[in-house]
């Protein structure tokens, strides 16, 4: 079982900054592929970025490329989302999830294919 905790989610002022992180007590990050996940009141969750297991290979939902940006701290075993320019339409909870395949890109963005979840951190973007 991996357990997944997010954080740094909260209100923020259209064209703001935030940067969200996910850690899992007790795993190593970069033996699972790793995504972050959004989902706005009345809509499906979407994939919003993925880095693959064992690499800094990174995929984007296409909107969010240039804004959004993925990584992954091998050393302090932490997951980042750092999102930029936000704007109304970012306002979601955001997830992070964890699989253990090795998943080919086409298959990234596919939140069927990840094992693990986190409770999810609220981000909110309005004047």
């Known amino acids: 079982q991996v357990q997944l905790f997010e954080s740094g989610g909260e209100w923020m002022q259209p064209g703001g900054s935030l940067r969200l992180s996910c850690v899992a007590p007790g795993r190593a990050l970069r033996d699972y592929t790793m995504a972050w996940f959004r989902q706005s009141p009345g809509k499906d969750r979407e994939f919003v970025a993925a880095i693959k297991r064992g690499s800094h290979m990174t995929s984007y939902k296409n909107s969010l490329k240039g804004r959004f940006t993925i990584s992954r701290d091998n050393a302090a075993n932490t997951l980042n989302l750092q999102m930029m320019r936000l704007t109304p339409d970012d306002t979601a909870v955001y997830y992070c999830?964890?699989?253990?395949?090795?998943?080919?890109?086409?298959?990234?963005?596919?939140?069927?294919?990840?094992?693990?979840w986190g409770q999810g951190t609220q981000v909110t973007v309005s004047a």
């Open positions: 999830a964890a699989s253990t395949r090795g998943l080919i890109t086409s298959s990234l963005a596919d939140d069927e294919q990840y094992d693990y």
